[in-house]
């Protein structure tokens, strides 16, 4: 079958909306029904897909979009960013940090930078334009922060990465700690300068932290605690287990 007759039906496919894998298994498979001897048949390519999904490592990536998911509806974020709020609150810029902060944990707990974005921004970005900082502002500081979620460890395509160079997992998540950490703190930096050169407005701000006060630091902590532990919980089981791969 032609190579051209081919890429015509693979470009054809995507125009009139077909999902790429069906359109990628449709190319593959034509050539072994117009040529009996072709290599790549129906049966090969099924038996290859679930060969590809017999792997520890790539198990990780939907239970990883699994906990996001699970953990945006259980309002996880939240509970992260008040116990934050309630440390950084009074501080220049703490509400932005604050969130900044939430993004760096979410990123570690999700492991996904659109579901950290998606699950922090649609709880905070309401509650900063709330407190009077600019929407633009307040949406390019969750946008930036989340997007951390694929440097914080552990990340999917770090997860990925590792899988088909062969690289270990577990070195690369150490390895990216420090950069991540940095590149949040230039955030935390920038949102102080931002906040100074066009002011905050206190009172609302200190209303907002007033009310987690009062809530006591028990009850926040309290609220807040299995949340904040779950990148110790996640990362821990990681290194557990390589530990014990290595082993064997």
Known sequence: MPVALLFIIFVVGLLIAIPVSITLGITAVLPSVFDPSFTVGAKYLIRAMFGGLDSFPLLAVPMFVLFG???????????????????????????????????????????????????????????????????????????????????????????????????????????????????????????????????????KIRAEVRRLHDKGLLNVVKESFFAILSPVIILGCIYRLQQRQSVR
């Not at 309630?86 to 900044?100: D, E, K």
């Not at 944990?105 to 309401?126: D, E, H, K, R």
């Open 69 to 203: 998911i699970i953990m945006a509806k259980g309002g996880i974020s939240r509970k992260l960013f008040d116990v934050f709020a309630y440390f950084l609150g009074n501080l220049t810029a703490g509400m932005p940090c604050a969130v900044i902060v939430t993004c760096l944990f979410y990123g570690a707990i999700s492991g996904s930078a659109p579901a950290t974005v998606a699950a922090v921004g649609s709880m905070t970005i309401p509650v900063l334009t709330s407190l009077g900082y600019d929407l633009t502002f307040s949406t390019a500081i969750v946008a930036v922060a989340g997007g951390l979620g694929v440097i914080i460890p552990p990340s999917i395509p770090f997860i990925m990465y590792g899988m088909t160079s062969g690289a270990s997992v577990s070195d690369l998540f150490l390895a990216v700690i420090i950069p991540g950490l940095m590149i949040g703190g230039l955030l935390m930096f920038y949102a102080v300068f931002y906040c100074r050169r066009h002011g905050e407005d206190k009172e």
